[in-house]
Each structure stands twice: as structure tokens, then as C-alpha cells.
T-cell receptor, first 115, second 111 residues
């Protein structure tokens, strides 16, 4: 079946611009995660949704970062007033159910370059 | 503070030359340890989940093992298509499910 999809795959933004990154999780997956991956590093957690509820946003680096999942399916990560340090790959992952044991399936990521 | 450390950072192998990757972790309570494979320009691809010390899982040429402090990913008789970055991650009991990743081990297998 279809996996997690993300769009756009690549985004170039000028410093100070706002960007919106989209994630379409696997159909029926309750949990959705956003991660940020810098070059040569492992993914770093940003935020977690269970259906439409944002249960953990402890990883968002500043108040310029905002995420939503209004209908419990598609999610959008928005970055306001982008800075050069925001340049990274933004990964979305989904899993079937919350709970003790589950696997997260990742999308291909959006590579954001801030110039 | 939870911590995940992978070693070595990079590994170059000849085809058929078996080796092991290490993932050391410090976590308040472990719900699961995950291994992922990541190819350049792609998202991580799920390989294994291990839940308790002593557990082992296998998939083709890969075998993952878990102790109370570390996990190993053994690659037996690797082929060039096993070239990738291998990521280890932990899910702690005091989190909703976020994974804490190590920096990864970049594996290159030459013919």
C-alpha cells in the first residue's frame, strides 16, 4: 500500500520567508510525528500528534515552528520567518496505534534550504 | 538524560566481510529499541524492534541483538546493496512515543 508522503520534496526559502511542509500519513495511522534531520546526524524529534491532538511539542526549537493536524489525517509543519539554522531535512513518520509497542514509518522528507 | 551513541561512525567492508555495529544507550526506562536503514535522499526504513534484553531478530543478512545497555547489528556476508546509514533509536517509557536517535553508522560495502 501507499507509504507516508511528503511535499514538497525540496524547498528553497529566503531568510525571513514563511514555509509550510505537508505530510500525508499512511491511511488509518493514528500517530504522527515530525522530526528534523541535520546533515550527518540522526533525526531529532519535533512534535507528536495522536489523531488531531498535539500531545507533545517539546522538540519544537522556537515559537516560529507550528504544527497542526486538524482532521486527524494530513499534517502541516509551518516555519515562520525562516532562519539559516532551519536548513535541514524535515521528516514525517506515522504509526498505526499509540501504545507500548509500535513501529514508525517514515516519509522521504522535505529538504529545506534557507538562503 | 537519555542518550544514544552509535559506533563506529563509518565502516568500510569488502563484500562478504562480516562485521557488527554498536548502539549504546542510556534511558530511564526502555519501551523499545529500533533499528532503521537510511539511503541517501530517503527517509529511514524500519528494520527491527527489540523490547527486552536477550531478544534477537533476523532479516536476511542482518541480525539485531539487545542487552540492558547496548544493541548490536550484525551484518553477515554483506553485499554492496547493504551500503547505507544504519540508525539506532530508543523509545523511552516516559515519552508518548518519540524516538531518540543516534547519529548513525555509515556502512560502505565494496565488491
Amino acid at each position: 500500500g501507499a507509504g507516508v508522503s511528503q511535499s514538497p520534496r525540496y524547498k528553497v526559502a529566503k531568510r525571513g520567508q514563511d514555509v509550510a511542509l505537508r505530510c500525508d500519513p499512511i491511511s488509518g495511522h493514528v500517530s504522527l510525528f515530525w522530526y528534523q534531520q541535520a546533515l550527518g546526524q540522526g533525526p531529532e524529534f519535533l512534535t507528536y500528534f495522536q489523531n488531531e491532538a498535539q500531545l507533545d511539542k517539546s522538540g519544537l526549537p522556537s515559537d516560529r515552528f507550528f504544527a497542526e493536524r486538524p482532521e486527524g489525517s494530513v499534517s502541516t509543519l509551518k516555519i515562520q520567518r525562516t532562519q539559516q539554522e532551519d536548513s535541514a531535512v524535515y521528516l514525517c513518520a506515522s504509526s498505526l496505534v499509540p501504545g507500548q509497542f509500535y513501529e514508525q514509518y517514515f516519509g522521504p522528507g522535505t529538504r529545506l534550504t534557507v538562503t | 538524560e537519555d542518550q544514544v551513541t552509535q559506533s563506529p561512525e563509518a565502516l568500510r567492508l569488502q563484500e562478504g566481510e562480516s562485521s557488527s555495529l554498536n548502539c549504546s544507550y542510556t534511558v530511564s526506562g526502555l519501551r523499545g529499541l529500533f533499528w532503521y536503514r537510511q539511503d541517501p535522499g530517503k527517509g529511514p526504513e524500519f528494520l527491527f524492534t527489540l523490547y527486552s534484553a536477550g531478544e534477537e531478530k533476523e532479516k536476511e543478512r542482518l541480525k539485531a541483538t539487545l542487552t540492558k545497555k547496548e544493541s548490536f547489528l550484525h551484518i553477515t556476508a554483506p553485499k554492496p546493496e547493504d551500503s547505507a546509514t544504519y540508525l539506532c533509536a530508543v523509545h523511552a517509557t516516559d515519552s508518548w512515543g518519540k524516538l531518540q536517535f543516534g547519529a548513525g553508522t555509515q556502512v560502505v560495502v565494496t565488491p
